[in-house]
């Protein structure tokens, strides 16, 4: 069964410290994508990375992505609470339907 | 500007109702898909297509019904076989990776 894992699944942090936010996958892929929700709305599109290695970073947000571990990291540097939302991560396990991770609910706390 | 529109943004349906949710993209991607949502929880797929005049079944397509017609739309009827409605439903398409619309909270009155 493909899985995709992340943790923690809650996350209250207080503004200004660092914290990472982890995905595991269970199936080969190379792509992977990152994407937050806020309270009531869609998902947003943060981040496509493409390739073993691949980093990307937006702001005090950067993702990468290690395929041969099938791991991807969300990286947080000095939390503000508007970074307060719900992160999820999905896969592309090259079947046309991508794999959601759990979801990872972030409290940043003033 | 290109994107996904869905329709209504609030829906209440009666017991034993069927209710539609609409789901219009413009940004000519072949790929479409509905997800549920419910609170504090990830997203589960309900059906999905890759071209028109045809779709899939996701992992919880039971009580819920779809047609692709046209290439542009992709609704979704939750019929009164569906027991436990009440979520978030969310469309998306598939280009560069997913593209979401803002989505159709259906709640059971």
């Known amino acids: 069964e493909l899985k995709v894992e992340q943790n923690p699944l809650f996350l209250s942090m207080q503004e200004g410290k660092n914290y990472t936010i982890y995905c595991n996958y269970s199936?080969?892929?190379?792509?992977l994508y990152w994407y937050r929700q806020d309270p009531g709305k869609s998902l947003e599109s943060l981040f496509v990375l493409l390739s073993n290695g691949a980093v990307k970073q937006e702001g005090r947000l950067m993702a990468s992505l290690d395929t041969k571990a099938r791991l991807s990291t969300l990286h947080i540097t000095a939390a503000v609470h508007d970074l307060s939302a719900t992160y999820f991560c999905?896969?592309?396990?090259?079947?046309?339907?991508?794999?959601f991770g759990t979801g990872t609910r972030l409290k940043v706390l003033a | 500007d290109g994107g996904i529109t869905q329709s209504p943004k609030y829906l209440f349906r009666k017991e034993g109702q069927n209710v539609t949710l609409s789901c219009e993209q413009n940004?000519?991607?072949?790929?479409m898909y509905w997800y549920r949502q419910d609170p504090g929880q990830g997203l589960r797929l309900i059906y999905y297509s890759q071209i028109v005049n045809d779709f899939q079944k996701g992992d919880i397509a039971e009580g819920y019904s779809v047609s692709r017609e046209k290439k542009e739309s992709f609704p979704l009827t939750v019929t009164s076989a569906q027991k436990n409605p009440t979520a978030f439903y969310l469309c998306?398409?598939?280009?560069?990776?997913?593209?979401f619309g803002s989505g159709t909270r259906l709640t059971v009155v």
């Open positions: 940004l000519n991607h072949d790929a």
């Open positions: 199936t080969t892929s190379d792509r």
């Open positions: 998306a398409s598939m280009g560069f990776g997913y593209t």
């Open positions: 999905a896969v592309d396990p090259g079947t046309y339907k991508y794999i």
